[in-house]
T-cell receptor, first 114, second 113 residues
Framework: EPEVTQTPSHQVTQMGQEVILRCVPI?????FYWYRQILGQKVEFLVS????????KSEIFDDQFSVERPDGSNFTLKIRSTKLEDSAMYFC????????????FGSGTRLTVV | GESVGLHLPTLSVQEGDNSIINCAYS??????FIWYKQESGKGPQFIID?????DKRQGQRVTVLLNKTVKHLSLQIAATQPGDSAVYFC????????????FGAGTTVTVRA
């Protein structure tokens, strides 16, 4: 069964540092997403990406965040200057029809900012 | 604003019994609902979905019921097994407006042997 692959599985970084979280979506999917989950809380939408541009973003996705699809297979989330409150699980997801038939989520990257 | 939430944060069920997990949503514009299962250290895993033009949908050992009148969604798991222990989230999608999912807070299901 096709999977969404995320790397690394764990990332520890110092406050103020830049991090890049990487994702390989399912190959024939066209819509890509990042979500995050602070420990013990619900999953929150960050951003959706389609046709090489952001289609929607949440209030969480401020100027410190950016996304990129640098080639035909990878989808990245960059946090320019990490804060303690950025510590969370970050999930990448992809879908083939804009989410109508559900997403496939990756296993996540646990980001710890110290 | 809209919200999707679950009635109970935890549910303990005896192995073999049926489980019912509830979810209330407040946005009448929601078109599509999904139940996800999340095991520890993993991403949300799709269980079953339902469109707003339906009130019931069945899968393997799972049934989702949608009551649009009271904006209520439930997931029924038949013959609950130890492998069903996880956090269950309902999520909604407003297809006419966007493609993002809005998740509820989650119910932790623990299956007792």
């Amino acid at each position: 069964e096709p999977e969404v692959t995320q790397t690394p599985s764990h990332q520890v970084t110092q406050m103020g540092q830049e991090v890049i979280l990487r994702c390989v979506p399912i190959s024939n999917h066209l819509y890509f997403y990042w979500y995050r989950q602070i420990l013990g809380q619900k999953v929150e939408f960050l951003v959706s990406f389609y046709n090489n541009e952001i289609s929607e973003k949440s209030e969480i996705f401020d100027d410190q965040f950016s996304v990129e699809r640098p080639d035909g297979s990878n989808f990245t989330l960059k946090i320019r200057s990490t804060k303690l409150e950025d510590s969370a699980m970050y999930f990448c997801a992809s879908s083939d029809k804009g989410g109508y038939y559900g997403y496939t989520f990756g296993s996540g990257t646990r980001l710890t900012v110290v | 604003g809209e919200s999707v939430g679950l009635h109970l944060p935890t549910l303990s069920v005896q192995e073999g019994d049926n489980s019912i997990i509830n979810c209330a949503y407040s946005n009448s514009a929601s078109d599509y609902f999904i139940w996800y299962k999340q095991e520890s250290g993993k991403g949300p895993q799709f269980i079953i979905d339902i469109r707003s033009n339906m009130d019931k949908r069945q899968g393997q050992r799972v049934t989702v019921l949608l009551n649009k009148t009271v904006k209520h969604l439930s997931l029924q798991i038949a013959a609950t097994q130890p492998g069903d222990s996880a956090v269950y989230f309902c999520a909604e999608n407003r297809l006419r407006y966007d493609y993002k999912l809005s998740f509820g807070a989650g119910t932790t299901v623990t299956v007792r042997a």
